[in-house]
């Protein structure tokens, strides 16, 4: 298997050329890449909702193919809303993430007062950390377009950075490739 990673190097550093593509267009065209983003994911849900349903239909004699049925019609309704308003898909994903971050920076909040007296060095950065992600919640809540915006900008520099990787990596798979090429434990027998 190793061997395979070591001849194959060149896809690698492909993968990391199509991420680093990926997140330029997300810095570039952000909508779009929302859009498509909404796309993606709704037509996924809507094909597992189809298979759902194909299931159910194929296990009648089981006791829980209703229920089968009702969440593959559920996925399916669910997958073509997100594909017919993909946009709106965007923002409701950036307000789920909004409250999800205010969640969380309430608990971190919670958890300064029960530890700063035993962790004196750490209680202040746990503190302003979960009053940051509180702010950065209800920034998400209310322009929730803006956040959708924000977080494919995010999305885009991640893409960037495993990109880079990618390539270092491979690089560093070719320059080790060409040294086992006479043999080594990693040569396989017949």
């Known amino acids: 298997m190793e061997l395979v990673y070591y001849r194959n190097w060149w896809l690698l550093s492909l993968k990391g050329v199509a991420l680093i593509v990926l997140g330029i267009l997300a810095f570039i065209f952000p909508i779009n890449v929302i859009i ?3 796309l993606y994911v709704g037509i996924l849900v809507a094909i597992s909702g189809l298979l759902l349903i194909i299931m159910a239909f194929s296990n009648r004699d089981r006791s829980q ?37 205010v969640f969380t920076g309430v608990l971190q909040i919670a958890a300064f007062f029960s530890i700063r007296k035993v962790h004196s060095s750490t209680w202040s950065l746990l503190l302003v950390t979960g009053i940051l992600v509180i702010v950065l919640g209800m920034n998400l809540i209310w322009s929730p377009f803006i956040g959708a915006v924000a977080l494919t900008y995010l999305l885009g520099f991640e893409a960037i950075l495993v990109g880079v990787m990618s390539i270092i990596y491979s690089l560093r798979l070719r320059q080790i490739s060409s040294t086992i090429t006479g043999g080594g434990p990693f040569q396989y027998s017949h």
Do not use: H, K, R, S
């Open 65 to 101: 193919w209703p229920w089968i049925l009702v969440l593959g019609m559920f996925d399916v309704v669910l997958g073509a809303f997100l594909v017919f308003y993909p946009l709106l898909t965007a923002m409701a994903f950036a307000i789920i993430t909004g409250f999800w971050a």
């Open 36 to 38: 498509g983003l909404a």
